[in-house]
């Protein structure tokens, strides 16, 4: 069965400053799609990047950054020049590449504090 | 445009009681998931529906059901409420066929006495 980790509860970053969230999974397929989303206290969901597994090079979205380790199974997120509104909860997640729905399977999330 | 929309936002049962919660899908999807999200933890899949079909589930009793409407939109039931219901139930829509990308809404808040 397909795990995900994020050993990290709560992380802490100053304003302006990088901070990475680290996230490691566990998986016997070899075509999948990784994913970072953001839980702000609104409660809903919000994508934040996305990185196919047949991909070598690492996804960037703006300040957003990614470290996709295919054989060391580790999938970190970076966030560069660290805004206020970044502070929520980040979860990574799994989805088989295969499945038969777009099932996601998620960790147990960072919470991620922006000190000003 | 709008996005996937959910009710109730919050709500109370006891024990026992049955409850329904209602989402419909963002405009043009055609395909409803729904999570579970217990406080401090990761959503957890509870099913999929797509064409009125419930095509996965994920490890969940039978005391949570659902439906999908020719709309698209969606119900999910839960019968003989246990206190560890107690969470917030995401809906999530996506369109087959395409990237598959999951957009969530805000979720309902269910609070179990």
């Known amino acids: 069965a397909q795990t995900v980790t994020q050993s990290q509860p709560e992380m802490s970053v100053q304003e302006a400053e990088t901070v990475t969230l680290s996230c490691t999974y566990d998986t016997s397929e070899s075509d999948y799609y990784l994913f970072w989303y953001k839980q702000p206290p609104s409660r809903q969901m919000i994508l934040v990047i996305r990185?196919?597994?047949?991909?070598?090079q690492n996804a960037t979205e703006n300040r957003f950054s990614v470290n996709f380790q295919k054989a060391a199974k580790s999938f970190s997120l970076k966030i560069s020049d660290s805004q206020l509104g970044d502070a929520a909860m980040y979860f990574c997640?799994?989805?088989?590449?295969?499945?038969?729905?777009?099932?996601?399977?998620f960790g147990t999330g960072t919470l991620l504090a922006v000190q000003p | 445009d709008a996005g996937v929309t959910q009710s109730p936002t919050h709500l109370i049962k006891t024990r026992g009681q049955q409850v329904t919660l209602r989402c419909s899908p963002k405009?043009?999807?055609?395909?409803v998931s729904w999570y579970q999200q217990a406080l401090g933890q990761g959503p957890q899949f509870i099913f999929q529906?797509?064409?009125?079909?419930?095509?996965q589930r994920g490890n969940f009793p039978d005391r949570f059901s659902g439906h999908q409407f020719p709309n698209y939109s969606s119900e999910l039931n839960v019968n003989a409420l246990l206190l560890g219901d107690s969470a917030l139930y995401l809906c999530?829509?996506?369109?087959?066929?395409?990237?598959?990308?999951?957009?969530f809404g805000e979720g309902s808040r269910l609070t179990v006495l």
């Open positions: 405009s043009g999807h055609d395909t």
């Open positions: 990185q196919e597994a047949y991909k070598q």
């Open positions: 997640a799994y989805r088989y590449y295969g499945g038969a729905t777009n099932k996601l399977i």
């Open positions: 529906y797509y064409e009125e079909e419930e095509r």
């Open positions: 999530a829509s996506s369109l087959t066929g395409g990237t598959g990308e999951l957009f």
